[in-house]
């Protein structure tokens, strides 16, 4: 009986490592937009930005906005896990036998100043890609924006997984 219950183990296992692969590469693969979705022929398999490609961009747009970007994720990244850092170090300071307030406090300023370093990236960022969209691309992702920071189920500016700005701030190599 155990022979038989091993090789229908196996079968399982082997059957749930695939589709565990085949989820993981779904998500890892990016998906490529439809040209006709957006009307861009030929150009939507570059750019890898979801908000761009729903944008728009061009070939030639998306020369000078990918740098910008790639520096732009770089330096949220840095202060995100800084931020997360942190906040494991408030954690610490109130699980501690007696808390310092004061510390806590200080330490939560710190997480503040953080998130405003990356409220200016993002400013800078927008100010410096605005210069390179279309008055109509620079409307519809300014009414993104618009939409986004009126919801109250997240922080603005950070997109739902997928949607939004949140492909912007996350470097897809990060995974």
Same mark, same amino acid.
């Given at each position: 009986?155990?022979?038989r219950?091993?090789?229908?183990? @196996?079968? +399982?296992? +082997? ?5 565990f692969?085949?989820v ?9 937009? !439809?040209?006709?979705?957006t009307?861009? #022929?030929?150009?939507? %398999? ?5 908000? !761009? ?13 990918e ?12 202060? #995100?896990q800084?931020? /997360? ?5 408030v954690?610490?300071? @109130? ?12 330490? $939560? ?7 405003r370093?990356i $409220?200016?990236?993002?400013?800078? %960022?927008?100010?410096?890609?605005? *210069? @390179?969209?279309?008055?109509? *691309?620079?409307?519809?992702v300014?009414?993104?924006? #618009?939409? #986004? ?12 997984p997928?949607?939004?700005l ?8 990060? /995974?």
């Amino acid at each position: 009986m155990w022979k038989r219950t091993k090789s229908y183990l @196996i079968v +399982v296992s +082997v059957t749930l490592n695939v589709a565990f692969v085949a989820v993981w590469i779904a998500y890892a693969v990016p998906s490529q937009a !439809h040209p006709e979705e957006t009307g861009q #022929r030929g150009t939507q %398999h570059t750019i890898w930005c979801p908000l !761009h490609r729903e944008l728009g961009v061009t070939e030639e747009q998306w020369a000078q906005i990918e740098p910008r970007l790639r520096e732009f994720q770089a330096a949220v990244a840095e202060l #995100r896990q800084q931020t /997360g850092v942190k906040r494991s170090e408030v954690i610490d300071l @109130i699980a501690a036998e007696e808390p310092d307030r004061a510390t806590i406090r200080a330490k $939560q300023d710190e997480i503040l100043a953080t998130k405003r370093s990356i $409220q200016g990236l993002v400013a800078e %960022h927008l100010l410096a890609e605005k *210069q @390179i969209l279309t008055p109509d *691309q620079q409307a519809k992702v300014f009414e993104m924006l #618009r939409n #986004r920071t009126s919801c109250a189920d997240g922080p603005p500016m950070s997109g739902r997984p997928g949607t939004g700005l949140g492909p912007v701030l996350q470097n897809p190599d990060e /995974g």
